[in-house]
């Protein structure tokens, strides 16, 4: 196997087993609440930023596999023939930068909802028009043109190399920190509507990853967005009306 098959299958494994590992740590926090072992309504700001760092990483390095996974070609073919690793670590580090900026704000959101009593113990939205806020915010901004700047980035990440590429271990970070705010650009709205559904409810986690993870890699992803807009402005009048 040539050098750069044997950097590709390093970098899978390793994002396999970070995700795999993240979807663990998750798994056994919500079998906890569950028992009533672990976060109640005053969970510490350290254990909430905590819980969402790690549910980014499962939830976004999927969508973001092949791009990390091209990076490393690219760079492994790049004129200097600098070697795929640990270029490809470090732009991972700097996508997920961006994805832990994020979730400083959602821990933040979080406690001061807790805060309010506007979620129950199980994290969830307890206030009717609180949920269809959040799946009205969620519905409109699918159908922003700026969250259709941003699915583009995410879709194609070849093109993104192209107008971003910087050399070394620095512009490694930089780009992964840059690709990693369009994806925020793109899928920030989708995160927060775990506040409506449960942010430890695991079926509803991977049911948003797996939209994501549609939305950027599978043919129509755009019309995907669009129409989960609809969807979602839909479900928030239904929420707001029920008796």
Do not use: N
Request: glycine share 6%.
């Amino acid at each position: 196997m040539e050098r750069l098959g044997i950097e590709r299958l390093v970098v899978g494994l390793s994002l396999s087993a970070s995700i795999a590992l993240a979807w663990l740590y998750l798994w056994r926090e919500a079998a906890a609440m569950h028992s009533g072992m672990a976060m109640g309504m005053a969970a510490s700001m350290a254990l909430l930023f905590a819980m969402w760092a790690v549910m980014m990483v499962g939830m976004m390095l999927p969508s973001a596999a092949p791009a990390i996974l091209l990076y490393g070609t690219l760079v492994r073919r790049h004129a200097e023939h600098r070697r795929a690793l640990p270029a490809a670590w470090v732009f991972t580090a700097g996508y997920l930068l961006a994805w832990t900026v994020f979730s400083a704000a959602a821990a933040l959101l979080q406690a001061v909802l807790q805060h309010y009593a506007l979620l129950d113990p199980m994290m969830a939205s307890s206030s009717r028009p609180l949920s269809a806020l959040l799946l009205a915010a969620a519905g409109v901004y699918q159908l922003t043109p700026f969250k259709s700047r941003c699915l583009t980035r995410c879709r194609e990440p070849l093109a993104f190399f192209m107008t971003h590429w910087r050399p070394g271990a620095a512009g490694a970070l930089r780009m992964g920190m840059s690709h990693g705010a369009y994806c925020v650009g793109c899928c920030a709205a989708l995160m927060l509507l775990l506040f409506a559904v449960g942010v430890m409810d695991l079926r509803a986690v991977a049911a948003i990853a797996a939209f994501v993870l549609a939305e950027k890699l599978l043919p129509g992803g755009r019309l995907t967005a669009r129409f989960a807009g609809l969807a979602l402005l839909a479900l928030a009048v239904a929420t707001l009306l029920q008796r």
